[in-house]
């Protein structure tokens, strides 16, 4: 089963519970947990593991070749991105804008375009007992984070098996990054806060999952601030909430210090617990 743990917007503790979830799993059976927001991982400041494999990851770009071209203008038509553009007797590439698609290159009738490597950032993998870790980090100054987010996702396809739990620690949002985080899950938590700004965004990403005709529930954290809009709204559109973690200062002190908060607080253990346990109830459903 796939999991992947969304937020409509970013600091609502996604990280704390995909964290302290895939640990608490990782007591009784195998699990994998994988950080999926390349642009900011931190789920590595949580999980203490041994380094079993890292790699560097590349997506592929044209690279013109000046005394092959004809300047016939089809690499600059196809580009739905304009990644390519033709400026008199000039190709020019932007590799922040491309996508790797592979038209400019396959519709050359010359081969003027071949596609090279060009790194994008670096995946790790570690191992903690029954956890296995998997993170990938953006260069600094690359633009996309889809291609090595989807890279991420084969790597784990790849390297586990179906029966393996695993669990996504998505971007914040509801942009192109969490779109390909979640499209290939069967379960999607949302983690929110009971603010209007965290219920604003909640809505927002609770819109998208419905596009994506996912099943999800809800998470909500720091529980007694704010008011009872996100209860209100779950309970009039049919969204089970799947936990409420209490606006505990304790919890912040743990997670300033980098210390998973199940194993010091028994209220966030039994949350946890009946987290899992409702999560399993609607997909086996």
Sequence with gaps: MKIAIASGKGGTGKTTLATNFASYISESEEIVL???DVEEPNSSLFIEGRLVHEEDKFKMIPEWIEDKCTLCGI???VCNFHAVIQLGPQIMVFPELCHSCFACS?????SALPMKPKKIGKLKHLQANNLSFVESKLDIG???AVPLISQTQKYVDKHFSDEVIKI????PGTSCPVIEATKDVDFVILVTEPTPFGFHDMKLAAETMKELKKNFGVVINRFGIGNDDVIEYCNENNIPI???I???RKIAELYSHGELIYK???EVKNELNKLYKSIMEIVVR
């Design 34 to 36: 994988c950080d999926l």
């Design 75 to 77: 690499c600059q038509k």
């Design 106 to 110: 396959e519709l050359c009738p010359v």
């Design 142 to 144: 690359e633009e996309q």
């Design 168 to 171: 996504f620690d998505s971007p």
């Design 242 to 244: 799947l936990a409420k």
């Design 246 to 248: 209490s606006n505990n």
């Design 264 to 266: 010091k607080i028994p």
